[in-house]
């Protein structure tokens, strides 16, 4: 069954410097795929989904995510860090053997002023 | 439009208990999809109700139930608890067909302690 793998539950980073999320997919079809986060306290809200549709996916608050197909990857990133972005991230997959969401495990990003 | 609440945020239970949390979707939204979260095995789903039919489910056990009503609030039912069904419980909704597929808005869940 497909699943996502996201490398490193913990990501510090300093504000104003990269942000980059890895998550790695198992499949053998395109799948969707999707970046989750989690703020403290709050539900999840999508920050993007890859559909097929274009390789590169921007999504809000500055995310983007760069779907790479022979290294079964979804990495997410963004280019400056700011203090708000602290909160927990998950990479999804939906499943096409048995159509269901699948997450990962999450990072969880920390920002240093 | 107000976002995806559910009811009541905190709740503790005994083994042995059942409990039943409740989710109201954004106004408009048909599709409803239930997720369990636990610190040991991460976000899990559930199940996913559109038009009041249950159209897919996780890998849970019989205990684990739920139902969708005509105005598309939803509840979810869990019988005989055990202590490792303390979680947090999250709903979410989306407002096309698509459901999972498509994006969906997370409530701020139901907080379950089992002792």
């Known amino acids: 069954a497909q699943s996502v793998t996201q490398l490193g539950s913990h990501v510090s980073v300093s504000e104003g410097a990269l942000v980059l999320l890895r998550c790695n997919y198992s499949?053998?079809?395109?799948?969707?795929l999707f970046w989750y986060v989690q703020y403290p306290n709050q539900g999840l809200q999508l920050l993007l989904k890859?559909?097929?549709?274009?390789?590169l996916v921007k999504g809000i608050n500055g995310f983007e995510a760069e779907f790479k197909k022979s290294e079964t990857s979804f990495h997410l990133t963004k280019p400056s860090a700011h203090m708000s972005d602290a909160a927990e991230y998950f990479c999804a997959v939906i499943r096409s053997n048995d159509y269901k969401l699948s997450f990962g495990a999450g990072t969880t990003v920390t920002v240093r002023a | 439009k107000a976002g995806v609440t559910q009811t009541p945020r905190y709740l503790i239970k005994t083994r042995g208990q059942q409990v039943t949390l409740s989710c109201s979707p954004i106004?408009?939204?048909?599709?409803v999809s239930w997720y369990q979260q636990t610190p040991g095995q991460g976000l899990q789903f559930l199940f996913e109700y559109f038009s009041e039919t249950q159209r897919n489910k996780g890998n849970f056990p019989g205990r684990f139930s739920g139902r969708q009503f005509s105005n598309s609030r939803s509840e979810m039912n869990v019988s005989t608890l055990e202590l490792g069904d303390s979680a947090l419980y999250l709903c979410?909704?989306?407002?096309?067909?698509?459901?999972?597929?498509?994006?969906?808005?997370f409530g701020p869940g139901t907080r379950l302690t089992v002792l």
């Open positions: 979410a909704s989306s407002s096309s067909g698509g459901g999972i597929y498509n994006e969906q808005f």
């Open positions: 890859y559909t097929s549709a274009a390789t």
């Open positions: 106004s408009g939204h048909r599709s």
């Open positions: 499949s053998s079809v395109p799948p969707y």
